[in-house]
């Protein structure tokens, strides 16, 4: 069983910065997306970034194109999301994500491994 642990979250004001964490285990990490979904209060769970092990292939969602960098330590089975300019509206809960398969890089339901997620509160 894949399992993905999140850490890094925390409180900012806006227009500071973050960066979380995912470490992943159990998982033959090179052949994985690995994502960051958010999803805030009365709202749906959305694809923020992504990024292919096996290839360093990434996609964003375009509310944080220019703010937000996904990368990965191959040795550490870690996957970051740094983000900066961070905006009151990026507060949710971030999810950190993985499958082998994608039909959409940030398609929600073709992830099936989960962490258990990491509050990001931006304050104005």
């Known amino acids: 069983q894949v399992q993905l642990v999140e850490s890094g979250g925390g409180s900012v004001q806006a227009g500071g910065s973050l960066r979380l964490s995912c470490a992943a285990s159990?998982?033959?990490?090179?052949?994985?997306?690995m994502a960051w979904f958010r999803q805030a209060p009365g709202t749906e769970r959305e694809g923020v970034a992504t990024i292919y092990t096996g290839g360093s292939s990434t996609y964003y969602a375009d509310s944080v194109k220019g703010r937000f960098t996904i990368s990965q330590d191959v040795a550490k089975n870690t996957v970051y999301l740094q983000m900066n300019s961070l905006k009151p509206e990026d507060t949710a809960t971030y999810y950190c994500?993985?499958?082998?398969?994608?039909?959409?890089?940030?398609?929600?339901?073709?992830?099936?491994?989960w962490g258990q997620g990491t509050q990001v509160t931006v304050s104005s």
């Open positions: 159990r998982v033959t990490y090179r052949s994985y997306w």
């Open positions: 994500a993985a499958t082998q398969w994608v039909t959409s890089p940030l398609k929600n339901s073709d992830y099936y491994y």
